[in-house]
């Protein structure tokens, strides 16, 4: 018998399958809703890597290192949820509105 929360389960192991896919330095992901958005980049600090850089329609609220994409793939989707999906120029667009 499948519960909720096997289909919780399957759900997130799908977008974390769709993110590890489509992953690559730039790239920009949305939540389902649309309000919120991250964005995977190489981090200059030298603090770590990589960072996964947060932002929504205020500006960006915050950033996480991850030592490679691995990492980033599990910072998304749990941040982002199950409905992660590409949005590409997302940033450009929302910077026009800072």
Known sequence: MTTIFDKYIEQYEAAREFVAE????????????????GVFLVDTTGACKYRVSW???RGFSGHA???????AVKLLTS???????LAPGSMERLFEKW
């Not at 941040?79 to 999906?85: A, E």
């Open 22 to 37: 489509v992953i690559g330095l730039g790239v920009e992901f949305s939540s389902e809703s649309g309000e919120q958005f």
């Open 55 to 57: 932002y929504d329609s």
């Open 79 to 85: 941040d982002l949820g199950s409905g992660i999906k």
């Open 65 to 71: 290192n991850c030592d490679g994409e691995a990492d």
